[in-house]
């Protein structure tokens, strides 16, 4: 089945640093999404992203479906953003969504 | 306000007692789906619906039921829970099968002891 890889798979930084998160596919890229699980145990949805880059503040994510990878940053961190960040994309499993085992970004003050 | 919504929110049951988790959405979405997480495994899809009375098996189905019978409801049910469904679940929905992006609820915390 399909692979998704992440790395890292942990990252400490401190406020106001800049990341970049990773995302590599073994298959061709297919509805790609970005999400983060918070402290809290709940998974927002970033970024949409089969294709291309997109900005929403001070995210911004980029995929190169020729090249099977994406690519997530986050400029200016704060404490909020610390959580787990998974990417995930359609194929793999019976259907729906296979998931990267994620990066877990901690931000200190 | 766009959401996906699950009840309970956390859950301590006993072996073998009946239990049903509900999801609810208000976008009209058709696609509808569950997941559970678990330390080391990650995110694994249990059911999904393509639409009202459409269903079908996910990645780990076993030990699991779930029905459509409304587009926005989409339940999620242990007829005889074990500990090892000690998990995290998630309901999600999209606007159609395969995409675009997926939408996630406040996750439900079961444990089973």
């Known amino acids: 089945g399909i692979q998704v890889e992440q790395s890292p798979p942990d990252l400490i930084l401190q406020e106001g640093a800049n990341s970049t998160l990773r995302c590599n596919f073994s298959d061709s890229v297919n509805n790609l999404q970005w999400f983060h699980q918070n402290p809290w145990g709940q998974l927002i949805n970033l970024f949409y992203?089969?294709?291309g880059t997109k900005q929403n503040g001070r995210l911004s994510a980029t995929t190169v479906a020729t090249e099977r990878y994406s690519l997530l940053y986050i400029s200016s961190s704060q404490t909020t953003d610390s959580g787990v960040y998974f990417c995930?994309?359609?194929?793999?499993?019976?259907?729906?969504?296979?998931f990267g085992k994620g990066t877990h970004l901690i931000i200190q003050p | 306000e766009a959401q996906v919504t699950q009840n309970p929110r956390y859950l301590i049951t006993v072996t073998g007692k009946k239990l049903t988790v509900t999801c609810s959405q208000n976008?009209?979405?058709?696609?509808m789906s569950w997941y559970r997480q678990d330390p080391g495994l990650g995110l694994r899809q249990i059911y999904y619906s393509m639409n009202v009375e459409v269903t079908d098996k996910g990645d780990v189905p076993e030990g699991y039921k779930v029905s459509r019978k409304e587009k926005r409801n989409f339940p999620l049910i242990l007829e005889s829970p074990s500990p090892n469904q000690t998990s995290l679940y998630f309901c999600?929905?999209?606007?159609?099968?395969?995409?675009?992006?997926?939408?996630f609820g406040q996750g439900t915390r079961l444990t089973v002891v």
């Open positions: 995930a994309q359609e194929g793999g499993g019976a259907d729906g969504l296979t």
């Open positions: 976008m009209n979405h058709e696609y």
């Open positions: 999600a929905s999209s606007h159609a099968h395969r995409g675009p992006e997926a939408f």
């Open positions: 992203i089969p294709s």
